[in-house]
């Protein structure tokens, strides 16, 4: 088909030019991030970060361009750039990539160094989004993970850019980001955000928490620029399937949420004989905080000391909890607590520690009925406790990735329920495929519908013109209704042979084949249009 390239030509060079520089160091780095998330706290299957075939990452001619004997003085290098462009850009879909850091592979220190505040995300998908073949962004930042969603114009080429960013905004060398990040595509990035949102990939199997963070990313992603269809479409079916594991599984029966683990954490290090008695101070009353003294009170805790910068949080917890004596203590007054205490838990959000070694080695020791040592429980990312504490002689200091030994011990349980929902988010994995595929054909039946409704609305005016002015109106509407179902009924065949949404066998290469047999029929020119959208939508976000 005759292809316009005044816009798409000059923009496609522009962007080749930009990102040919970096082309010869593009090699393999991906691999060096592939990982198994599997391990002992790992309930679902292993799974390699393989990098899928269907896209190309370097810029090279065509092979056939190349054969013994062929001639290719009458093409330029440019021209063969440019053409290798458009095939990878526009017969090759983009590529949904979950390039990650979680409490699986990456130690608690590089963590706190690449999280992102819930109020930076926009901020971040609008910087993702500006580089070169970053369509579509998300940030999914917890205390146990740092995930960065992205939908990629290439696949390659998108992971170094991202891994670049997280370098550049985190302050971590990329040789490091690469020996600890995880990378997955498209099925299994779906896949693997499905088991996050399930409750699976957590270090505590089921805990509801990461389901919440994940609706937390659809509510701040509205609205935002490059919070995208795909990648919006990826979250809302993901809090679908964790809210289906949920209710369809015993996945979340005695299951905990990292606030659980710690207090559970904390009992088992003190002797039996000293889990009522052991004083408990908790810092920090916000979501996490919260959870840790109702947490306290469950397992039969009736007094303890809450630091908090205002009042009001542990106020309002006191009345939630009735018949618990909960002591509210400003933040001036931490040191004072932490040294009338057995077991500090900390969870607040400050980005520096609240405690040094030099806060601590002058409290006084604690009684031995209580294991004769300190403990600090720290589920904060960054963390509240300096490492540095661990140094003191009868301190012991535990974060987010010692909560590991909490639950060790239930793994066979772990596992049956994780086969349990691994059938579930198998199901809808596929569905979401095939929704992600039938968007696939979006461009021409738009196309060819607006196709034929020109020629039926030309037809029918050259029809009534015939007829005379002196038509009836339900004469006219009847003529109109008759061009329109013929147009539907001619349209009923080819729009079935463009639908891949799951509902019969139909492969995705089949409809593929059927449209672009169709943009050949009807010169509908959908590749092009679909090139110059994403180069225009590319050129524009670096304009602004």
Known sequence: MAVSTSFAGAKLEALLLK?????????????????????????????RAVIQRGVRCEVAASDAAVQTGQSVSN?????????????????????????GLSIHTTPVEMREKLAIPEAEWPRAIGELCGLNHIEEAAVLSTCNRMEIYVVALSQHRGVKEVTDWMSKTSGVPVS????????????????????????LDSLVLGEGQILAQVKQVVKVGQGVVGFGRNISGLFKHAITVGKRVRTE???ASGAVSVSSAAVELALMKLPASSHASARMLVIGAGKMGKLVIKHLVAKGCTKMVVVNRTEERVTAVREELNGVEIIYKPLTEMLTCAAEADVIFTSTASETPLFFKEDVKDLPVVSPETGGSRFFVDISVPRNVGSCVADVDGV???NVD???????????????KAMEAQEIIT?????????????ETVPTIKKLRAYAERIRAAELEKCLSKMGDDISKKT?????????GIVNKLLHGPMQHLRCDGSDSRTLSETLENMHALNRMFSLETEISVLEQKIRAKVEQTQK
Do not use: M
């Open 176 to 199: 490091e980001l690469c020996q600890h990040r995880f990378l997955l595509y498209n099925k299994d990035a779906t896949q693997h955000l499905f088991e996050v949102s399930a409750g």
């Open 427 to 439: 199901e809808e994995s596929k569905q979401f495929e095939a929704w992600r595929d039938s968007l």
């Open 249 to 251: 599984t015993n996945i």
């Open 19 to 47: 990102s040919s520089s970096s082309a010869a160091t593009t090699s393999s780095r991906a691999s060096n991030g592939s990982c198994s998330l599997s391990g002992s706290l790992r309930p679902v299957r292993s799974r």
């Open 75 to 99: 093409i330029s290098a440019l021209e063969q750039l440019k053409t290798s462009a458009a095939d990878r850009y526009t017969k090759e879909r983009s590529s949904i990539v979950v390039i």
């Open 476 to 484: 006219r509407r009847a003529v109109d209704d008759l061009s329109r």
């Open 396 to 398: 012991r200091v535990y």
């Open 402 to 416: 010692d909560l590991k030994e909490v639950v060790a011990a239930n793994k066979e349980d772990r596992l049956r």
